[in-house]
């Protein structure tokens, strides 16, 4: 049972309970509360549960507390359960439990969540269900979940108690933050290996999700196959499509396939594929889901038919697909095997009768298979997988995976059952990727390298050569000469500003995203400071600025930067020179779960026919438009990187508008 499921079961106790209680003995207990009102905190304490209500609640460690509105002192005894008081940090009955100790354990940040759903839920009588963050008297910040209930005078109808359970939801509220980073950084992977990875929902038959290096492997891109949920079978040779349709019984019992066929590319050449298949079954056995991982073995495949050109490859893909199936007794020896035993192991099974098969496996996995072996041995039907390393009859180490099952019990088998498969391939597949990501890492840090020697080495000659046309412009008169070194300091900008989107492109591309407090009024000044010559260069266009930031706002702060300043920047720069007064609006305004930024300008604007286009790399409207072609490019990057969206519309003439929308990353 979830944790949530426990909390309103509890609630549900919690809110009969007091129903039940409320005159007969609640406020007993309340008169005499007041009553010791004057006496030591320590001696307030009192238990307010039955003690079989308290033990469920240590049981499930969910507490319970009372707030009482016919009191208006914050400081007066309310009531906590003992559960309640180790959730907050405090011995039972350590302290006197009351409204203002309560909101003071509340993390300041949340406080006045806190208090706008409490006074929403005793005006509206509504539920009360929130999660706040507490800061325990050592120190700690942990996050609970609390549910409460108004309880009103049933005959005036005047709220009495507010009664509640809560729950501490630390390690859950990790363990989900663990995941999103996890999964962010396996986003990251799927987009960069070579090899395709893709998910099929087998019950409805379609394409969840493909990584794109379908491309590369394929021909055909994504949208295509999200288009086509047959496509990948399509592509197959109809010679080989059986391969594909044996592996279909093997993944409804739940195994993992390893299989090999050929595809015809877009381009129409025969290539071919290897993958693995892993099934997804449901509590009662049907298969729900595949995943898969393919990739493109057409060079060694090609190799492997120059040296094998008798053999036959249907057959020999069939052979390597086909399990292992051995029975063997308490003692370890074996009593039967498939015929596959000698195709997989090199060893009939004549030669292996009386042997002890665990000696037969590699040193360091015996511990391992001896310890599978005394677990299945525990009761009758145990199951247990492994994979180890076995020596052939050739002396070569082979991986083999299997699962054993206890049947000493069945007559007809009388024995430990196994089945298993030669995975030697796919342990080579992994440790192949394994040494690519290191190749990959190895990548990464030159490209490092090369970034810094970018931004430092080829940034400051240009530097340099600014300052000499500068000062040269100020010795000389002659109109000829200034024109010139106004031209070459024109040309020496344009390649400082590629170099600066190259860098931007790079830090985009490859630096993780970071949550961080978003000060939108200190990046717009940044930018401002960044841009007011470029401002002055253009003609004097005006930039004003509007922020309702009421909210706090977590996000990437670096990657808003970029975005801000590159939409701002094109807006100076392609003002209408036709326009008497030029002008860029920015308009930032903050919910709770998202900001929204709108950049609005009365300039050249963009014509209908380009705006599929303008998110494209190096893509320029026309010949006479300056920039590297790389800012909206890097804009709409950034964007994706904190899952945000964007908006355009432009008219040629008139202006152009970008709306963007980026989610709170703390929500």
């Not at 208006?72 to 008081?85: I, V």
Request: aromatic share 8%.
């Amino acid at each position: 049972m979830s944790c949530l499921a426990k909390l309103y079961i509890l609630f549900f106790v919690i809110k009969l309970s007091c129903l039940f209680y409320q005159t007969a003995y609640f406020r007993p207990m309340k008169a005499k509360l007041q009553n010791e009102n004057n006496k030591d905190s320590s001696a307030n304490y009192v238990p307010n549960l039955p003690y079989h209500l308290e033990l469920c609640q240590k049981m499930a460690k969910i507490g319970s507390w009372e707030l009482d509105l016919s009191v208006e002192d914050p400081n007066a005894p309310q009531y906590w359960s003992d559960e309640t008081y180790r959730i907050l940090g405090y011995e039972p009955g350590a302290i006197m439990p009351c409204y203002n100790t309560f909101l003071h354990s509340i993390h300041p940040d949340d406080r006045a969540a806190v208090t706008t759903a409490a006074e929403l839920s005793i005006k509206a009588g509504r539920e009360y269900d929130l999660e706040q963050r507490h800061i325990l008297p050592n120190g700690r910040v942990i996050t609970t979940r609390s549910i409460g209930q108004v309880i009103f005078d049933s005959n005036t109808g005047v709220p009495l108690k507010l009664c509640g359970a809560m729950k501490d939801i630390t390690e859950k509220k990790d363990a989900d933050n663990a995941l999103e980073q996890a999964n962010k950084q396996m986003a990251i992977l799927f987009e960069k290996i070579d090899e395709v990875l893709y998910s099929v929902d087998m019950q409805q038959y379609r394409l969840l999700q493909m990584s794109p290096a379908c491309e590369k492997v394929y021909g055909y891109t994504l949208s295509e196959f999200y288009d086509n949920n047959n496509l990948w079978m399509d592509v197959i040779l109809e010679e080989d499509k059986h391969i594909i349709h044996e592996s279909d019984p093997l993944m409804r019992r739940g195994e993992i396939v390893v299989n090999e066929y050929r595809i015809r590319h877009k381009d129409g050449s025969i290539r071919w594929l290897g993958g693995t298949l892993t099934p997804t079954l449901d509590h009662a056995g049907n298969l729900i889901r595949i995943d898969g991982l393919c990739s493109d073995i057409t060079a060694r495949k090609e190799a492997e038919i120059a040296v094998k050109d008798s053999e036959k490859k249907f057959r020999t893909l069939i052979e390597n697909s086909s399990d292992g199936i051995a029975v063997t007794s308490i003692d370890r020896k074996l009593i039967f095997a498939s015929n596959s035993m000698l195709r997989i192991t090199g060893y009939s099974p004549d030669e292996l009768l009386s042997i002890d098969m665990a000696f037969l496996f590699h040193h360091e996995d015996q511990k391992l298979l001896l310890g599978i072996g005394e677990k299945i041995l525990e009761q009758p039907g145990n199951t247990a997988k492994f994979i180890a390393r076995f020596r052939r009859k050739e002396g070569h180490w082979i991986w083999l995976e299997g699962v054993s099952q206890n049947l000493l019990h069945e007559p007809s088998v009388g024995g430990l059952i196994t089945n298993f498969r030669d995975i030697t391939e796919r342990i080579q597949y992994e440790e192949a990727l394994s040494s690519a990501n290191k190749h990959l890492k190895k990548t990464y840090n030159e490209l490092d390298r090369f970034v810094y020697s970018v931004s430092h080495d080829l940034r400051a000659p240009l530097a340099s050569l600014l300052g000499v046309i500068e000062f040269t412009q100020s010795e000389t008169n002659e109109s000829e000469v200034i024109e010139n070194l106004s031209m070459m300091k024109e040309s020496v900008n344009k390649l400082d500003g590629f170099i600066l989107d190259i860098l931007d492109y790079s830090r985009n591309s490859r630096a993780e995203v970071k949550a961080e407090k978003v000060n939108f009024s200190e990046l717009l000044s940044e930018s401002m400071n960044n841009l007011k010559f470029m401002s002055s260069e253009n003609r004097n266009v005006t930039v004003t600025s509007t922020i309702d930031d009421n909210h706090t706002f977590y996000s990437d702060s670096s990657r808003l930067k970029i975005i801000i300043n590159n939409l701002i920047s094109n807006s100076i720069r392609y003002c209408n020179p036709n326009t008497v007064s030029p002008w860029v609006s920015v308009v930032i305004s903050i919910e709770p779960a998202e900001a929204t930024i709108i950049v609005k300008d009365n300039g050249v604007g963009i014509d209908k026919q380009f705006h599929e286009k303008i998110f494209n790399m190096f893509y320029r409207v026309s010949k006479s438009s300056v920039g590297s072609g790389l800012g909206l490019y890097i804009v709409k990057e950034a964007i994706d990187k904190i899952n945000g969206t964007i908006e355009m519309t432009s008219e040629s003439g008139i202006g152009t508008e970008f709306k963007i929308k980026v989610p709170n990353l703390n929500v």
